[in-house]
């Protein structure tokens, strides 16, 4: 009999706040976090604005020698890690558990470690630190929370662009299931790099201002840094510790378009089988869902096909669902995005509250679903969806629940 899976571990810092605390009110309040970019030089950019992690949201207590090997990614994923190891009371272990796994998205989030060891070569220096090139590999992350807790069980980086996050979450929930965890600490981690800014804006996808999902006068994405750990666990082993639990994860599901490598199947495809098959692997009817934390990256294609996707899965249920994006927040945290959405989603689920889209002033005609413009709302949500869709048509959609019983 495959085992429950349920939250019971919560860590965030992103652009509008360094705590899931923080996170939540600014989440709730219709908080902004997109700015100018202040890590590298941006003049001659289309844009020049991103969710830009604050300086004094990295002033936490790291071990010694940590901060030397760990890049910006890195460190956002340890502060996020430790919130959520002590949220579920696991404390730091002195001897190995090999129970507990570590399964985490990554992206190019070192990027900006590669970037300060190259700057550093040109202007001179005769040893630049080679750890920021160790720091670039995105599993490393992964290998620095094994590490700092002793976790010696199953661990994995998964890869796959926007959606790399989302997916871990899902194959996390997976080795829990089948009996492989009793626990594991899973989200994502992503930092800002001149590199990953200067390649958006060459392909034109990046709003000047700040991106505005599902907005007639969308033109892009906004792109944003941070991370998001959530700690999931067995039912029975939570319920014999007497743990807190947030939410249950019902199931999800992967898949790919195939179709392009930036551009999504315009006629949402893959979009809507994916999120077809997670509520079938679930067991839940569409009419079920309350909430759907959407995939609202701001382009003009990605909001319209999504939007479609919804209404080719959900049927009449469509126009009863709330729908939001939080990237109008946070911005676009490609390889993290699809863990500090599923947070969103845990908190709209344990809150009962549904977060806004902010920016959304003129609908979109073709956008015509309810997105929750500008304001949060109380709202009975039981199940919700949190999506994720990525270059090269890599689609993850999560299903999360209240839990029963």
Same mark, same amino acid.
């Given at each position: 009999?495959?085992?429950?899976?349920?939250?019971?571990? %919560?860590?965030?810092?992103?652009?509008?706040?360094?705590?899931?605390?923080?996170?939540?009110?600014?989440?709730?309040?219709?908080?902004?976090?997109?700015?100018?970019?202040?890590?590298?030089?941006?003049?001659?950019?289309?844009?020049?604005?991103?969710?830009?992690?604050?300086?004094?949201?990295?002033?936490?207590?790291?071990?010694?020698?940590?901060?030397?090997?760990?890049?910006?990614?890195?460190?956002?994923?340890?502060?996020?890690?430790?919130?959520?190891?002590?949220?579920?009371?696991?404390?730091?272990?002195?001897?190995?558990?090999?129970?507990?796994?570590?399964?985490?998205?990554?992206?190019?989030? =070192?990027?900006?470690?590669?970037?300060?060891?190259?700057?550093?070569?040109?202007? =001179?220096?005769?040893?630049?630190?080679?750890?920021?090139?160790?720091?670039?590999?995105?599993?490393?992350?992964?290998?620095?929370?094994?590490?700092?807790?002793?976790?010696?069980?199953?661990?994995? $980086?998964?890869?796959?662009?926007?959606?790399?996050? =989302?997916?871990?979450?899902?194959?996390?929930?997976?080795?829990?299931?089948?009996?492989?965890?009793?626990?594991?600490?899973?989200?994502?981690?992503?930092?800002?790099?001149?590199?990953?800014?200067?390649?958006?804006?060459?392909?034109?996808?990046?709003?000047?201002?700040?991106?505005?999902?599902?907005?007639?006068?969308?033109?892009?994405?906004?792109?944003?840094?941070?991370?998001?750990?959530?700690?999931?666990?067995?039912?029975?082993?939570?319920?014999?510790?007497?743990?807190?639990?947030?939410?249950?994860?019902?199931?999800?599901?992967?898949?790919?378009?195939?179709?392009?490598?930036?551009?999504?199947?315009?006629?949402?495809?893959?979009?809507?089988?994916?999120?077809?098959?997670? %509520?079938?692997?679930?067991?839940?009817?569409?009419?079920?869902?309350?909430?759907?934390?959407?995939?609202? $990256?701001?382009?003009?294609?990605?909001?319209?096909?999504? $939007?479609?996707?919804?209404?080719?899965?959900?049927?009449?249920?469509?126009?009863?669902?709330?729908?939001?994006?939080?990237?109008?927040?946070?911005?676009?945290? %490609?390889?993290?995005?699809?863990?500090?959405?599923?947070?969103?989603?845990?908190?709209?689920?344990?809150?009962?509250?549904?977060?806004?889209?902010?920016?959304?002033?003129?609908?979109?005609?073709?956008?015509?679903?309810?997105?929750?413009?500008?304001?949060?709302?109380?709202?009975?949500?039981?199940?919700?969806?949190?999506?994720?869709?990525?270059?090269?048509?890599?689609?993850?959609?999560?299903?999360?629940?209240?839990?029963?019983?």
């Amino acid at each position: 009999m495959k085992k429950r899976v349920v939250i019971t571990g %919560l860590g965030a810092i992103c652009a509008i706040g360094g705590s899931v605390t923080r996170f939540r009110d600014g989440l709730f309040s219709g908080k902004c976090g997109i700015g100018p970019v202040s890590l590298f030089e941006t003049m001659g950019f289309q844009s020049r604005v991103a969710a830009q992690v604050k300086d004094e949201f990295f002033d936490h207590p790291f071990l010694p020698g940590e901060t030397k090997r760990a890049s910006r990614c890195d460190r956002l994923g340890l502060i996020a890690a430790k919130e959520a190891v002590s949220d579920a009371g696991i404390g730091v272990n002195l001897e190995p558990r090999n129970d507990i796994g570590v399964l985490l998205g990554g992206g190019a989030g =070192g990027m900006f470690s590669w970037e300060q060891f190259r700057r550093a070569q040109w202007a =001179g220096k005769t040893k630049p630190r080679p750890s920021l090139v160790l720091a670039s590999s995105p599993g490393t992350l992964s290998d620095l929370i094994a590490q700092r807790y002793h976790f010696t069980g199953i661990r994995g $980086t998964f890869s796959t662009a926007c959606s790399s996050s =989302g997916t871990a979450i899902g194959y996390a929930a997976d080795l829990i299931r089948i009996g492989k965890l009793s626990m594991a600490i899973t989200g994502g981690s992503e930092a800002l790099s001149e590199v990953t800014f200067a390649g958006f804006n060459a392909l034109h996808v990046t709003d000047p201002e700040h991106c505005k999902p599902f907005d007639q006068h969308r033109r892009g994405i906004s792109l944003g840094e941070g991370s998001a750990m959530l700690v999931l666990e067995d039912y029975e082993h939570a319920r014999n510790r007497r743990a807190k639990i947030y939410a249950e994860v019902l199931g999800y599901a992967i898949n790919s378009d195939a179709y392009h490598m930036t551009s999504p199947d315009p006629e949402g495809r893959g979009m809507a089988k994916v999120m077809a098959r997670a %509520l079938q692997v679930s067991g839940v009817k569409s009419d079920q869902v309350d909430y759907i934390n959407a995939h609202g $990256t701001g382009t003009p294609i990605n909001d319209k096909v999504e $939007t479609a996707a919804i209404k080719h899965v959900f049927g009449d249920h469509a126009r009863r669902l709330a729908v939001s994006s939080t990237k109008s927040m946070v911005g676009h945290c %490609l390889g993290a995005s699809g863990a500090i959405e599923a947070l969103a989603t845990v908190l709209a689920l344990h809150e009962q509250i549904v977060p806004p889209t902010i920016h959304l002033s003129t609908p979109d005609p073709e956008c015509d679903l309810d997105y929750v413009p500008e304001t949060a709302r109380n709202r009975q949500i039981h199940i919700a969806l949190s999506n994720s869709f990525a270059f090269g048509g890599n689609n993850t959609a999560l299903v999360l629940g209240q839990v029963a019983g």
